[in-house]
């Protein structure tokens, strides 16, 4: 058996469920690798098996299990990544909520909760610290993806001015975790968002892992960084998707998960996270007519006269574009989407930034959000800023294909078309 085996936990028909040595995965093979894997999310397991790090607290195997076997149905059944994670998650919350540690701290608040998880402080200096916490703690009453360590820029929970570390990590991880995370939070103090700070953090964690010697260095001058900075330099929205950001803001019509029509990197993360077919285009919003012109589009004065009759408003407009100008945003023979919105802080945060891509908050297949608190379900911390706009549903908008001067109506929607 390879030395990345540790045992075989159980066999469910041609199912095989191994304790693996995830420490060795993630310095070798891949640091996608957390508590557990399955083939369809990480395609080094092989097909017909489930994996589980050998450090995982015995008493939360059977959850990880539950999870993986949920995603790895829905997955292989032809469901998307995130919709397969999202049910795992429903179900392993399903089987922690009846465990007795989260029954003994049901009554308390999360701020007493976050309080009993912390173990033991290992670094400590001015008003930054540095602790170990029970993981299944975290997991059972806080949050379920709590994997490895985190801290106060990501999560709520986590208290001003803290680093936790899963108590659940061996000893010989622990200094690659916490190079991580006191690399990832210094970055987003210092502005960068979330999406920018992780990935840095997972180049500088790789690095350490195979330069042990190194590795030291790294984490005295990250424990440094962190007690010491103290300027927070925050970016506004229109700032972060200038800066090749995605964010979640209300539109006129419902969230849409926006970046900028000029950022091909920042779209690509919207396909991925949004597990969207990459043949499907995106609605594009503008904040005036004369936007059209970015996009090399031309409308005679006939329909610019029709047009203007519902803009701004809640109609979207099938339009031949410039594909050369934009060719990532060409999805159907040259033509695109546009929507000019009748929401006065939408047109002005559009002044800001420029013309957004604006698809549904939601990944394909699920109900659109209706609400900040479903958008961050679904996508939490991979999105860089979140803008609560309160409970929206609304009808969609009406939606309309213009090819010269013919008007085809494709949509019902809000506007009722006359022509």
Request: glycine share 6%.
């Amino acid at each position: 058996m390879h030395k990345l085996y540790i045992k075989k936990y159980l066999e469910i028909r041609n199912l095989k469920v191994f304790i693996v040595d995830g420490a060795y995965i993630r310095k070798n093979i891949s640091n996608d690798f957390t508590n557990f894997g399955q083939h369809y999310a990480l395609d080094f397991i092989p097909e017909n098996e489930l994996w589980i790090d050998v450090e995982s607290n015995p008493n939360e195997i059977e959850y990880f299990l539950k999870n993986l076997i949920v995603q790895r149905r829905l997955m292989k059944g032809g469901k998307s990544f995130l919709e397969a994670v999202i049910n795992g998650s429903e179900a392993e919350k399903k089987e922690r909520a009846k465990s007795d540690l989260a029954k003994k701290v049901a009554h308390l608040g999360l701020n007493e909760i976050a309080e009993k998880a912390k173990k033991e402080k290992i670094f400590g200096l001015f008003d930054f610290s540095v602790w170990i916490v029970s993981g299944e703690l975290v997991r059972n009453s806080l949050y379920i993806d709590f994997t490895a360590g985190g801290h106060d820029r990501v999560y709520d929970f986590v208290p001003k001015g803290e680093v936790w570390i899963d108590d659940d990590l061996s000893g010989r991880e622990i200094i690659y975790v916490l190079i991580h995370e006191l690399h990832e939070r210094r970055l987003m103090i210092k502005g960068r968002s979330y999406v920018q700070g992780h990935n840095s953090a997972l180049k500088l964690e790789y690095f350490s892992r195979k330069n042990v010697f190194l590795a030291w260095f790294i984490l005295l001058f990250e424990e440094m960084m962190n007690s010491f900075i103290r300027k927070e330099i925050i970016l506004t929205n229109s700032e972060a998707i200038l800066a090749d950001g995605i964010g979640i803001i209300p539109t006129d019509t419902l969230y849409g998960l926006v970046a900028s029509v000029y950022s091909e990197d920042a779209i690509k993360r919207i396909y991925d996270l949004k597990g969207r077919d990459a043949d499907k285009g995106l609605i594009v919003l503008i904040s005036s007519m004369k936007d059209l012109e970015i996009f090399g589009i031309k409308l005679t004065s006939k329909i610019k006269v029709f047009i203007r009759k519902y803009w701004p408003g809640k109609l979207s407009v099938i339009l031949p574009f410039d594909k050369d100008l934009f060719p990532y945003l060409d999805k159907a023979n040259g033509t695109l989407a546009v929507r000019f919105p009748d929401k006065k802080d939408l047109i002005k945060f559009i002044k800001q930034t420029g013309p957004l891509v604006a698809p549904s908050a939601n990944p394909q297949g699920m109900p659109p959000a209706k609400n900040i608190a479903e958008a961050q379900n679904y996508f939490g911390n991979n999105i860089d800023f979140y803008w609560d706009g309160g409970e929206i549903d609304s009808l969609p908008s009406t939606l309309i294909k213009i090819d010269g001067e013919k008007i085809s109506v494709l949509r019902e929607g809000v506007i009722k078309i006359e022509y």
